[in-house]
């Protein structure tokens, strides 16, 4: 049976090997309620509409929110804040796609989406297969783009500048000019838009907030604090660096067998911003004992598409 490696599963092992191995292994999930993974799929959605030009495209992201919010009623037990928090995602999240809308109107016209959350796989070594899935391959104007759509709490300078050595796009653009047929990538499109930081006011009714919603993201001189794409015709990571990578560490994968191999890189445990690894407690209070994996379920296998199936490097 070969290794797969995917973009994510590359990071968690980069990460900490011991969260790869609860992650990856074990397969061991959290079980957490997280309302930036609900937003960040449902805009996902919306934008990919709007982008494949779908005159319904708000309906097709309300229907996306309304069946997360039935799965996180029916997984988890809100508090009224969370579930208050929750319900304003409806209106939220229509705020930024009606703002993305407007904003990139004439590009949005020039764009033909070619595949939206594209697949394939690469036979990088004997043992070895690496998986991507990306979001849109787009044409513009004749030009084959790769297009990365991501949101963020805010958009600064160092995230900008991070985007030229970001891992994944630059495994997306080598790995598809190897694996597919149809001719290259000719350019990066990385499309960043900021969570919004109003809400909603005392006495305020949700299409009046909507409105509003919609004006915080026109606001003049503000607009590329909110905004931003970044484009460019090659990562900032060759070829041969990401082969090199995922070569070494692909390498410390297969060599890895037991639980001691996947050893702990402590600094992740806990962040300075208050962030503590999923898997602390199975590390630091008591182990996966039967009452600590209460708090987990077990993850349920990823399969993609290997019909685009490259040759080893």
């Known amino acids: 049976m070969p290794l797969h490696i995917s973009v994510s599963s590359l990071q968690d092992f980069l990460t900490c090997r011991r969260l790869y191995y609860f992650k990856r292994i074990k397969k061991y999930e959290k079980v957490q309620y997280n309302l930036p993974f609900i937003v960040g799929r449902v805009v996902h959605e919306g934008l990919a509409a709007v982008l494949a030009k779908k005159k319904n495209a708000v309906e097709l992201m309300t229907k996306a929110y309304k069946q997360e919010r039935a799965i996180a009623l029916k997984e988890f037990t809100l508090t009224p804040e969370q579930l208050e928090k929750l319900d304003m995602q ?7 796609l009606l703002a993305y809308s407007a904003k ?8 033909e989406i070619m595949g939206s959350e594209v697949e394939g796989a690469l ?8 998986v991507i899935k990306m979001d849109n391959i787009a044409k513009i104007r004749n030009k084959k783009v790769l297009h990365e759509l991501k949101t963020s709490k805010t958009i600064t300078p160092d995230y900008v500048k991070r985007i030229q050595t970001d891992i994944q796009t630059a495994i997306y653009f080598h790995f598809h000019n190897i694996i597919f ?19 909603l006011k005392k006495k ?12 915080w993201y026109k606001k003049t001189g503000d607009m590329e604090s909110k905004f931003h794409i970044e484009r460019f015709k090659t990562p900032g990571i060759t070829q041969d660096a990401v082969i090199n990578t995922v070569d070494k560490v692909s390498i410390e994968m297969l060599r890895s067998k037991t639980k001691e191999d996947y050893y702990q890189d402590f600094d992740k445990c806990h962040s300075y911003f208050g962030d503590v690894c999923p898997y602390y407690i199975l590390c630091h209070s008591g182990g996966e004992s039967p009452a600590n994996l209460l708090d987990y379920k077990t993850r349920k296998p990823f399969h993609i598409d290997k019909s685009n199936k490259g040759v080893g490097k």
Do not use: C, H, N
Not at 104 to 111: P, Q, R, T, V
Not at 181 to 199: A, C, L, R, T
């Open 90 to 96: 409806e209106f939220i999240t229509k705020g930024m």
């Open 104 to 111: 990139y109107s004439k590009m949005i016209a020039d764009m």
């Open 123 to 130: 036979q990088f070594s004997d043992g070895v297969i690496f």
């Open 181 to 199: 047929e149809d001719g290259p990538i000719e350019e990066i499109m990385y499309d960043v838009i900021q969570k919004p930081s109003i809400k």
């Open 204 to 215: 305020e009714s949700k299409q009046e907030y909507l409105i509003r919603l919609q004006e």
